[in-house]
């Protein structure tokens, strides 16, 4: 099988239109397998956002401290093999289709029973930790696919880390309604006697997840508690801070952009401090300075330097949204925005466009490359009804292209957002990587 055909089927299987929670398919799937996520420690991150930017970040520093670490991020940009990283390198695509073919003759025998068919993302997560284990990693940094407590990510008994970055509103269909319930479907990665690290939380939440932690015995860290952050300075590519936690106080720099990234930041650095308490691995200090540094995360404010000023993020959700056009407005106080903006039918997408427009120039509203794509059309007609600076392209490269005329003209900045399905697209087609998948 080639990597086209492997992606078509995969693909197939089970399309994402609706999202079919619950753990005893992962479980047997992996069973059929042999438990590949017993062989190796684990660090598992949930959160409304920030959770890819802390999985990065933790894989990363441990892998230049020496440690052979496994990366799983969801969804992904460009192509489908940055979910799976050995050392923060995307596995091959010989390597995907050899696992795709071993998961996938256990999930057809699985599928004689329908209520037992893998999903898209199950039969995907089998495939990662089967990798890791085929490649003998120490330790494995997963970030949740959605929620928690029922997530094909929770499947490990006995985690070095739980990690929870955000509580925040977003997929209230399926997590509830209130910020209580969400934290209650997020601290379900909270295991018995396992330290858990949590970022800046409302009270009502995290009231939950104390309560959570202190039931199973765990030690807690908190955001603004038990280790802090400050910021020094916010300037495109040339970020600073300090943070000051259990057993680190560090004065770092980091190419990494945002408000939000700092934060995220400082959850990973908190998470570490752990793992070195634990004797995972021994921090160098200049290995910790020079990788906050060096890092960088597409997709996540990210910067494309070019003649045109361009910021792409992955902005998916209200709070997302209102955090990115905070960052607009601090890293931009007096240039005008032109922004392409793609959402997914499942968003708040009025609550999403309400924190964006006040900060832009113009909006222009496009499609998200996935079949969970809002009609386009629906949110113009309510948009510009509201607002008086809507635009309506239905294809991205083509919003693409205008905006970039008219931010060379206007000598503006231009900001994609949304969904990892519109920015993955619009990147690709402003940077013509060679490594995205074409589906």
Known sequence: MR???MLKTLYSVHPEIKIR???????ELLRRLGNPQDSF???HVAGTNGKGTVTRTIGKILSVHGLKVGTYFSPHLETFRERIRLNDIYISKEDAVKMFEMVSKEAEAMTKSPDMA???FEIVTAMAFLYFKSKNVDVVVSEVGLGGRFDATNVVEKPLCSVITSIDYDHMETLGSSLSQIAFEKAGIIKPNVP?????????PLKMIISKAKELNCDLKILGKDFKYKVKRTELGKNAFDFVGDRWSLSLETRMNGLHAIKNLSISLATLEILEKLGIFKSDGKKLYETIFTIAWEGRFEWLPSD???????AHNTPAMKALSKNLSTYFPKRKINAIVGILNDKDYKGMIDSIVPVVERLYITTPNNPRATDPFEIYSWAVQKYNNIGFMKNI???VNSCLDMCKRENSVMMVSGSFYTVGVARTFLTGNVDSDKE
């Open 308 to 314: 045109v000023t361009i910021i792409l993020d992955v």
């Open 196 to 204: 858990v690290v949590v970022g800046e939380i409302e009270a009502d």
């Open 118 to 120: 893998p999903t898209f």
């Open 21 to 27: 929670l619950g753990l005893v398919r992962i479980k």
């Open 41 to 43: 420690e684990y660090i």
């Open 397 to 399: 490269e083509d919003a």
């Open 3 to 5: 990597y086209d055909e």
